[in-house]
Protein backbone atom coordinates (compact mmCIF):
# COMPACT_ATOMS: atom_id res chain seq x y z
CA UNK A 1 0.00 0.00 0.00
CA UNK A 2 1.67 3.20 -1.29
CA UNK A 3 2.61 5.88 1.93
CA UNK A 4 0.31 8.09 2.34
CA UNK A 5 1.46 11.74 2.65
CA UNK A 6 1.24 14.39 5.66
CA UNK A 7 -0.99 16.51 3.45
CA UNK A 8 -3.55 13.50 2.89
CA UNK A 9 -3.14 12.75 6.46
CA UNK A 10 -3.44 16.01 7.65
CA UNK A 11 -6.53 16.48 5.33
CA UNK A 12 -8.35 12.94 6.28
CA UNK A 13 -8.11 13.95 9.81
CA UNK A 14 -10.81 16.79 9.29
CA UNK A 15 -13.21 13.72 8.58
CA UNK A 16 -14.95 11.27 10.67
CA UNK A 17 -14.72 8.04 8.97
CA UNK A 18 -17.64 6.87 11.26
CA UNK A 19 -19.88 9.56 9.94
CA UNK A 20 -22.54 9.89 7.42
CA UNK A 21 -22.28 13.31 6.08
CA UNK A 22 -25.47 15.28 4.50
CA UNK A 23 -24.60 16.06 0.70
CA UNK A 24 -24.01 19.38 1.32
CA UNK A 25 -21.64 18.71 4.63
CA UNK A 26 -20.23 16.29 2.02
CA UNK A 27 -19.30 18.75 -0.74
CA UNK A 28 -17.83 21.32 1.81
CA UNK A 29 -15.20 18.78 3.55
CA UNK A 30 -14.40 17.26 0.05
CA UNK A 31 -13.76 21.00 -1.24
CA UNK A 32 -11.90 21.72 1.92
CA UNK A 33 -9.36 18.69 2.03
CA UNK A 34 -8.62 18.48 -1.71
CA UNK A 35 -5.01 18.33 -1.28
CA UNK A 36 -3.98 18.79 -4.77
CA UNK A 37 -2.51 21.87 -6.10
CA UNK A 38 -4.21 21.77 -9.53
CA UNK A 39 -8.44 21.80 -9.74
CA UNK A 40 -9.31 18.60 -8.76
CA UNK A 41 -11.90 16.17 -10.26
CA UNK A 42 -14.88 15.47 -7.67
CA UNK A 43 -15.98 11.94 -7.75
CA UNK A 44 -19.06 10.02 -6.47
CA UNK A 45 -19.20 5.77 -6.09
CA UNK A 46 -22.11 4.40 -5.07
CA UNK A 47 -22.45 0.89 -3.64
CA UNK A 48 -25.47 -0.86 -4.63
CA UNK A 49 -27.48 -3.62 -3.74
CA UNK A 50 -27.51 -5.99 -7.06
CA UNK A 51 -26.55 -9.19 -8.31
CA UNK A 52 -24.95 -8.33 -11.63
CA UNK A 53 -25.08 -11.99 -12.61
CA UNK A 54 -28.70 -10.91 -13.70
CA UNK A 55 -28.96 -8.69 -17.16
CA UNK A 56 -31.84 -6.94 -15.34
CA UNK A 57 -29.44 -5.69 -12.84
CA UNK A 58 -26.70 -4.24 -15.06
CA UNK A 59 -27.54 -0.62 -14.96
CA UNK A 60 -25.96 1.55 -18.08
CA UNK A 61 -27.16 4.31 -19.40
CA UNK A 62 -26.16 8.22 -19.16
CA UNK A 63 -27.16 11.26 -18.11
CA UNK A 64 -26.51 15.38 -18.54
CA UNK A 65 -25.20 17.02 -15.26
CA UNK A 66 -27.01 20.27 -14.66
CA UNK A 67 -23.55 21.99 -14.31
CA UNK A 68 -21.41 19.44 -16.42
CA UNK A 69 -18.21 17.88 -15.04
CA UNK A 70 -15.91 21.19 -15.72
CA UNK A 71 -14.22 19.06 -18.17
CA UNK A 72 -14.58 19.74 -22.22
CA UNK A 73 -14.84 15.91 -23.48
CA UNK A 74 -12.92 15.34 -27.58
CA UNK A 75 -15.66 14.21 -29.46
CA UNK A 76 -15.63 11.44 -32.53
CA UNK A 77 -18.62 11.39 -34.52
CA UNK A 78 -18.42 8.49 -37.37
CA UNK A 79 -20.91 9.09 -40.48
CA UNK A 80 -21.10 9.78 -43.75
CA UNK A 81 -22.74 12.35 -45.97
CA UNK A 82 -25.34 15.03 -44.78
CA UNK A 83 -25.07 13.66 -41.00
CA UNK A 84 -21.22 14.47 -40.94
CA UNK A 85 -21.97 18.06 -41.83
CA UNK A 86 -24.73 18.32 -38.64
CA UNK A 87 -22.37 16.55 -36.62
CA UNK A 88 -19.25 18.99 -37.77
CA UNK A 89 -21.85 22.43 -36.73
CA UNK A 90 -22.54 20.81 -33.95
CA UNK A 91 -18.99 21.43 -32.47
CA UNK A 92 -17.64 17.39 -32.74
CA UNK A 93 -13.88 17.60 -32.70
CA UNK A 94 -13.10 14.88 -35.50
CA UNK A 95 -15.86 13.73 -38.43
CA UNK A 96 -15.06 11.06 -40.53
CA UNK A 97 -16.78 7.68 -42.36
CA UNK A 98 -14.94 4.48 -43.01
CA UNK A 99 -11.53 5.94 -43.77
CA UNK A 100 -11.51 7.02 -39.90
CA UNK A 101 -11.78 3.47 -38.69
CA UNK A 102 -8.86 2.43 -40.63
CA UNK A 103 -6.86 4.91 -38.70
CA UNK A 104 -8.15 3.13 -35.68
CA UNK A 105 -7.45 -0.20 -36.69
CA UNK A 106 -3.88 1.32 -37.17
CA UNK A 107 -3.90 2.92 -33.43
CA UNK A 108 -4.91 6.17 -33.83
CA UNK A 109 -7.30 6.50 -30.30
CA UNK A 110 -6.92 10.27 -29.95
CA UNK A 111 -10.60 10.94 -29.01
CA UNK A 112 -12.54 10.45 -25.36
CA UNK A 113 -16.33 9.96 -27.06
CA UNK A 114 -17.28 7.98 -30.12
CA UNK A 115 -20.62 9.03 -31.43
CA UNK A 116 -22.22 7.01 -34.47
CA UNK A 117 -24.66 6.75 -36.72
CA UNK A 118 -26.81 3.04 -36.82
CA UNK A 119 -25.64 2.95 -40.32
CA UNK A 120 -21.56 2.46 -39.08
CA UNK A 121 -22.60 -0.22 -36.33
CA UNK A 122 -21.52 -2.71 -38.91
CA UNK A 123 -18.23 -1.52 -39.49
CA UNK A 124 -17.70 -0.45 -36.04
CA UNK A 125 -18.56 -3.78 -34.34
CA UNK A 126 -15.35 -5.05 -35.84
CA UNK A 127 -12.99 -2.75 -34.03
CA UNK A 128 -14.76 -4.33 -30.63
CA UNK A 129 -11.47 -5.84 -29.30
CA UNK A 130 -9.54 -2.33 -29.76
CA UNK A 131 -13.11 -0.22 -28.97
CA UNK A 132 -14.35 -2.08 -25.94
CA UNK A 133 -11.83 -2.45 -23.36
CA UNK A 134 -11.48 1.48 -23.17
CA UNK A 135 -15.12 1.71 -23.27
CA UNK A 136 -14.87 3.58 -26.40
CA UNK A 137 -17.70 1.75 -28.38
CA UNK A 138 -20.81 3.62 -28.94
CA UNK A 139 -24.31 2.13 -27.94
CA UNK A 140 -27.66 2.69 -27.84
CA UNK A 141 -28.04 3.20 -24.15
CA UNK A 142 -25.99 5.74 -23.60
CA UNK A 143 -27.23 7.90 -26.66
CA UNK A 144 -23.86 7.37 -28.56
CA UNK A 145 -25.79 5.60 -30.97
CA UNK A 146 -28.21 7.76 -32.77
CA UNK A 147 -29.18 9.50 -36.19
CA UNK A 148 -29.46 12.61 -34.26
CA UNK A 149 -25.45 13.41 -33.92
CA UNK A 150 -26.21 17.16 -33.12
CA UNK A 151 -28.10 16.63 -29.86
CA UNK A 152 -25.36 14.05 -29.41
CA UNK A 153 -22.78 16.01 -29.71
CA UNK A 154 -24.42 19.22 -27.93
CA UNK A 155 -25.08 17.16 -24.70
CA UNK A 156 -21.69 15.39 -24.33
CA UNK A 157 -20.04 18.73 -24.19
CA UNK A 158 -22.87 20.13 -22.65
CA UNK A 159 -21.87 17.34 -19.77
CA UNK A 160 -23.17 14.12 -20.37
CA UNK A 161 -21.81 11.46 -18.63
CA UNK A 162 -22.46 7.61 -18.75
CA UNK A 163 -22.45 4.73 -15.80
CA UNK A 164 -22.19 1.55 -15.71
CA UNK A 165 -22.91 -0.97 -13.20
CA UNK A 166 -18.92 -3.27 -12.48
CA UNK A 167 -19.23 -6.90 -11.14
CA UNK A 168 -19.42 -5.83 -7.91
CA UNK A 169 -22.50 -3.65 -8.18
CA UNK A 170 -20.52 -0.17 -8.02
CA UNK A 171 -21.02 2.79 -10.27
CA UNK A 172 -18.56 5.64 -10.39
CA UNK A 173 -18.75 8.73 -11.77
CA UNK A 174 -17.25 12.39 -12.21
CA UNK A 175 -19.94 15.13 -10.88
CA UNK A 176 -17.30 17.90 -11.12
CA UNK A 177 -14.11 19.98 -10.21
CA UNK A 178 -13.17 21.69 -6.51
CA UNK A 179 -13.27 25.00 -8.00
CA UNK A 180 -16.96 24.28 -8.78
CA UNK A 181 -19.58 26.39 -6.19
CA UNK A 182 -21.06 23.56 -3.45
CA UNK A 183 -24.06 24.18 -4.58
CA UNK A 184 -23.45 23.02 -8.35
CA UNK A 185 -21.97 19.98 -7.01
CA UNK A 186 -24.49 19.41 -4.98
CA UNK A 187 -26.51 19.56 -7.90
CA UNK A 188 -25.04 17.11 -9.97
CA UNK A 189 -24.83 14.77 -7.22
CA UNK A 190 -28.63 14.97 -6.66
CA UNK A 191 -29.19 14.58 -10.16
CA UNK A 192 -27.29 11.34 -10.51
CA UNK A 193 -28.73 9.98 -7.35
CA UNK A 194 -32.17 10.22 -8.27
CA UNK A 195 -31.87 8.82 -11.45
CA UNK A 196 -30.30 5.66 -9.84
CA UNK A 197 -33.10 5.71 -7.28
CA UNK A 198 -35.87 5.79 -10.55
CA UNK A 199 -34.22 3.14 -12.44
CA UNK A 200 -33.52 0.64 -9.41
CA UNK A 201 -34.00 -2.92 -10.96
CA UNK A 202 -37.66 -4.07 -9.30
CA UNK A 203 -35.30 -7.52 -9.00
CA UNK A 204 -33.38 -5.73 -6.53
CA UNK A 205 -33.58 -7.23 -2.72
CA UNK A 206 -32.47 -5.84 0.58
CA UNK A 207 -30.64 -2.28 0.57
CA UNK A 208 -30.32 -0.31 -2.16
CA UNK A 209 -28.45 1.95 -1.56
CA UNK A 210 -25.47 0.30 0.41
CA UNK A 211 -22.69 2.93 0.17
CA UNK A 212 -22.23 6.68 -1.29
CA UNK A 213 -19.20 8.28 -1.05
CA UNK A 214 -17.68 11.62 -2.49
CA UNK A 215 -13.66 12.62 -3.08
CA UNK A 216 -11.28 14.96 -4.95
CA UNK A 217 -8.69 13.45 -6.80
CA UNK A 218 -5.65 12.11 -4.64
CA UNK A 219 -7.59 13.01 -1.38
CA UNK A 220 -9.74 10.81 1.50
CA UNK A 221 -13.38 10.08 0.76
CA UNK A 222 -16.75 11.55 2.43
CA UNK A 223 -19.58 8.85 3.16
CA UNK A 224 -22.53 10.52 2.34
CA UNK A 225 -25.97 9.61 4.04
CA UNK A 226 -28.05 7.68 1.17
Known amino acids: MAKKSKRYLAAAELIDATNA ?8 LVKKTSTTKFDASVDVAFRLGLNTKHADQQLRGALV ?29 VVGGKEILEDIK ?5 FEVMIATPDMMAELGKLGRILGPKGLMPNPKTGTV ?5 KAVAETKA ?18 RASFEDAKLVENFQT ?11 TAKGVYMKNVVITSSMGPSVKVAA
Open 192 to 202: VYDLLVKIKPS
Open 106 to 110: KGWLD
Open 21 to 28: YSIEEAVA
Open 159 to 176: GKVTYRTDKEGNIHLTIG
Open 65 to 93: LPHGTGKSKKVLVVTEGAKAAEATAAGAD
Open 146 to 150: TMDVA
